[in-house]
């Protein structure tokens, strides 16, 4: 049996890796050259063109046939929607949620609940991985508390872990609101954003009541390397921001800073987050940490998506308006790809974007560049790690946390290959 279940993560590590480095196939024959990118937070990682490709399909193919042969009624052959397994308890969450935000104030409480209400919620990204992590890691843990109910102990700890989505979804919601105030955006989800519907002022004390409920759930966790996590979170939310607003013209054109800012920005929530989930559940520190770098490496693809989103997108897709960060003089890893090939491109950069000539300019320089297609790249080769962490957690032969284990490594897959 543990045989099987060897064979059975090798052939599903190799399939992964495929089907993630599939995709550079359909680009210019320059992709499939030797690509290296060390990032700040992360560790090294090569993809060499046909070779590995060849040798991950054959891998895999062989690997998965037999395994067909084995277990064709496995859970690895079911079709899997990674939202859809975990819709109740979203459900559960978002009325939740709507009821967290409630405040006394009348225009205040429309407002913190602005991107709450029905319709307007978003796809619950960051809830979805996070349930779905609690059951991914949901192992025996050799130590039963002693005259306690399993059952209540394991409803008790999932309401805990619940508690984390809530919150994590409420310090996003916020940070959005306060970026939506520093960017002068008009849009967010696809309607007006809430700082052009109802002023600047009400949109900062939405996301600091968002904040301020967040701190209160928080809190009620009693769990102080939790609280300590998430704290640090908000910290790192503040420091990306002032990252990007206040940078010298090194600093702009530095990969390894652009890749900083954006973990801070973007990857340190759900990595956190990630981890107080298995904190929670009295977890080693090794699967914490495999939590934490599923988390990282996801979200740093994810950005890395949007980025280029922002360039191919447009603003119906996006549900907010496309060339948004160039024009907003922010310079992202496709525009840093470019100058790359094209060092001209840093004196654009260095003399802004508000003058639409400049942009235009960058534009231009940016479509005879491989920008785009690198930016996928490092797009992939974080998703490939996070895909790595899932599979590097402890052996089990649970359905249940099987299927959610392909759930979060699917994710990383839907990750790279959205176009909104």
């Given at each position: 049996m543990l045989f099987s279940r060897g064979l059975y993560r090798i052939a599903r590590t190799s399939l992964n890796r495929s089907r993630l480095l599939y995709p550079l196939q359909s680009q210019s024959p320059e992709l499939l050259q030797s690509f290296q990118f060390r990032s700040?937070?992360?560790?090294?990682?090569?993809?060499?063109?046909f070779r590995v490709i060849y040798s991950c399909v054959s891998s895999a193919l062989a690997n998965v046939g037999q395994q067909v042969q084995r277990q064709s009624n496995s859970v690895a052959e079911e079709p899997l929607d990674p939202f859809s397994l975990v819709a109740d308890e979203l459900s559960i969450l978002a009325n939740r949620l709507r009821s967290m935000v409630v405040a006394e104030v009348p225009k205040l409480a429309s407002a913190a609940e602005y991107f709450f209400k029905l319709g307007v919620e978003g796809k619950r990204f960051r809830p979805t991985v996070l349930l779905l992590m609690a059951t991914a890691i949901d192992a025996p843990i050799s130590r039963t508390p002693p005259d306690t109910s399993l059952d209540t102990l394991s409803t008790e700890l999932r309401l805990r872990q619940q508690s984390i989505a809530e919150i994590t979804e409420m310090i996003h919601v916020a940070s959005l609101?306060?970026?939506?105030v520093l960017d002068d955006a008009e849009t967010r989800r696809g309607i007006g954003s809430l700082n052009f519907v109802m002023g600047n002022k009400l949109a900062v004390l939405a996301g600091d009541f968002l904040l301020s409920r967040a701190c209160v759930a928080l809190a009620s966790l009693k769990n102080t390397e939790v609280v300590s996590l998430l704290a640090?979170?908000?910290?790192?939310?503040?420091?990306?921001?002032?990252?990007?607003?206040?940078?010298?013209s090194d600093q702009r054109c530095s990969m390894e800073y652009y890749m900083q800012k954006t973990y801070y920005k973007t990857a340190s929530l759900i990595s956190n987050s990630c981890?107080?989930?298995?904190?929670?559940?009295?977890?080693?520190?090794?699967v914490a940490m495999l939590a934490y770098e599923y988390g990282k490496n996801l979200g740093l693809a994810f950005q890395l998506i949007d980025d280029v989103l922002d360039f191919t997108g447009t603003s119906a897709s996006l549900g907010k308006g496309s060339l948004s960060d160039i024009r907003h003089g922010i310079v992202t890893a496709?525009?840093?790809?470019?100058?790359?090939?094209?060092?001209?491109?840093?004196?654009?950069v260095d003399e802004g974007f508000e003058n639409p000539y400049n942009v235009d300019l960058a534009l231009h320089?940016?479509?005879?560049?491989?920008?785009?297609?690198?930016?996928?790249e490092l797009a992939i080769k974080h998703a490939n790690l996070a895909s790595d962490a899932i599979d590097s957690l402890p052996v089990t032969d649970d359905e249940h946390v099987l299927r959610s284990r392909r759930a979060l490594v699917e994710l990383t897959q839907r990750v790279i290959t959205r176009r909104k």
């Open positions: 700040p937070i992360g560790s090294s990682q090569k993809v060499s063109g609101l306060h970026d939506d640090t979170v908000v910290e790192h939310l503040v420091t990306g921001e002032t990252m990007q607003m206040t940078t010298t981890k107080a989930i298995a904190l929670l559940a009295g977890q080693t520190s090794e496709p525009i840093l790809f470019a100058i790359e090939e094209f060092p001209e491109l840093r004196a654009v320089y940016l479509g005879k560049s491989r920008g785009i297609q690198r930016t996928r």
